[in-house]
């Protein structure tokens, strides 16, 4: 019995021992005298006994984190900081359940979360991304403790503004890795708000650089269903024309268009990727020649989809108006190898060659004007067309009010490729048919006028 006494005394002294290895830090931290607390929190956890436990690194967090809090301590112990989270890591490891939190109050983790998150808005204001996005990094953590665990009275799983403003702040760093994984957290819990379709819009374009088709898609469908009226056509042509070669883009054109699945949106998005094609180096004119005729279809049919599409209908005219051009290049260096050939026309004196010489020169210029002939015949057909869609482009923004900028540019270039078209076929029937050349005039003098009127 004296033997059990005995034991009894010896674990009363060793755990009024531990309890006194604190007791000063303690009192310290609720006198708020935490310079104080600082020195009799290094004094206890030097010795090897106390870094064992949990109690030492809870105290240690919490001090330094408020030392961390003020901001003349802060300067005055630069590192505060890094060892209160270095503790409170510890902490965390050794007491999983922190109990010792739930005993002694969770201070320092307020401490830390309102603390990092105040620098961090500092370093963000004046355009510190990097160093910000360090501050919001451990907001993040400490502000999760305290959500986590109901600490506060908000019911929120997490803090979105400092998940947001570490997001914000690594992609301002040119760091888009680091911020994707802080917008994941948002968009994958559908948060909304002002703004925040643009987390969803980020990570779109994100994964369609990555070439991420899984990561694309769940978040162009988290998007879709977060801010259904947002303009997501736009994201899903980019990927097509970032991720798909020109086989692949006229492959799921075709099969979309197969299946009536395109909008007239997409129609017109895949009519400019085809259009561009002659753009792309090493391509032949056969290649631009069968896209163009494509991008034709394609612009005709969102058309189709909304006959007041004045973009539409412009594209349409404008890339046969290209085609006309085309041909009246050909027109016109046949009409200067005719001058070449005139120009040249060898003097033949002896009338036995002077008939095959001549026979040989009218083959020559005959064969050219022939060329001419049906290059004509195809501009005629080419204008014709590229006015009729001109003018529905025109029809349809005339009177409309207000205009965007870009329909501002469309009226402006469908009048004047207008009256050049009527200029041009006023020539073809110049002291040929005075009827119609009037007729022309007219529509030429009409279109002419209208020059640079559309504000």
């Not at 105040?118 to 510190?128: Q, R, Y």
């Not at 999760?144 to 009275?153: H, L, P, R, T, V």
């Not at 909008?263 to 259009?275: H, I, M, P």
Request: charged letters at 30%; glycine letters at 4%.
């Amino acid at each position: 019995m004296k033997y059990f006494f005995s034991l009894l005394l010896s674990i009363a002294i060793i755990s009024v021992a531990t309890a006194q290895d604190f007791k000063k830090v303690e009192t310290n931290v609720y006198l708020k005298k935490f310079e104080d607390a600082k020195t009799e929190i290094d004094k206890s956890m030097a010795d090897p006994k106390n870094q064992a436990k949990a109690e030492g690194y809870y105290w240690k967090s919490r001090i330094y984190a408020a030392l961390f809090q003020n901001e003349a301590t802060r300067a005055k112990y630069p590192t505060a900081v890094e060892d209160a989270h270095a503790a409170f890591q510890k902490y965390a490891e050794m007491d999983p359940a922190l109990a010792k939190v739930k005993e002694k109050g969770a201070d320092g983790y307020f401490d830390m979360y309102a603390t990092s998150f105040g620098v961090g808005i500092n370093s963000f204001k004046e355009k510190k991304y990097e160093a910000a996005s360090k501050e919001f990094e451990k907001a993040v953590v400490y502000s999760d403790y305290i959500f986590k665990n109901k600490w506060a009275s908000s019911q929120q799983p997490f803090d979105t503004t400092s998940i947001l403003y570490c997001a914000y702040s690594f992609q301002n760093a040119q760091k888009p890795d680091d911020a994707v994984k802080y917008y994941t957290r948002l968009a994958e819990s559908k948060v909304t708000g002002e703004g925040f379709a643009d987390i969803y819009k980020y990570l779109v374009d994100f994964n369609t650089k990555k070439k991420n088709k899984e990561g694309f898609e769940k978040y162009m469908a988290l998007g879709k269903e977060v801010y259904p009226k947002e303009n997501w056509e736009d994201f899903e042509i980019e990927y097509i024309d970032q991720n798909y070669d020109l086989a692949g883009k006229t492959a799921l054109y075709d099969e979309m268009d197969a299946a009536g699945t395109l909008t007239e949106t997409k129609y017109l998005q895949f009519g400019d990727v085809f259009v561009s094609v002659r753009n792309n180096d090493g391509v032949d004119s056969v290649t631009i020649d069968k896209y163009n005729r494509k991008a034709i279809d394609a612009f005709k049919k969102a058309y189709g989809k909304n006959n007041n599409n004045a973009i539409a209908a412009f594209n349409v005219g404008v890339t046969y108006y290209n085609f006309f051009n085309l041909e009246d290049d050909k027109y016109a260096a046949n009409i200067k190898k005719l001058q070449e050939i005139n120009a040249n026309k060898p003097v033949v004196k002896d009338p036995k060659k002077k008939a095959a010489a001549d026979a040989e020169h009218k083959a020559k210029v005959d064969a050219i004007k022939n060329e001419n002939a049906a290059i004509e015949k195809v501009s005629m057909e080419n204008v014709d067309i590229a006015a009729e869609w001109l003018t529905k482009s025109y029809l349809i923004l005339k009177d409309k009010t207000p205009r965007s900028n870009t329909e501002k540019s469309v009226i402006n270039k469908s009048v004047d490729f207008i009256a050049n078209i009527y200029y041009y076929k006023m020539g073809r029937v110049r002291g040929k048919d005075a009827k119609l050349f009037d007729q022309y005039e007219a529509k030429y003098k009409e279109f002419d006028a209208l020059h640079s009127t559309f504000k």
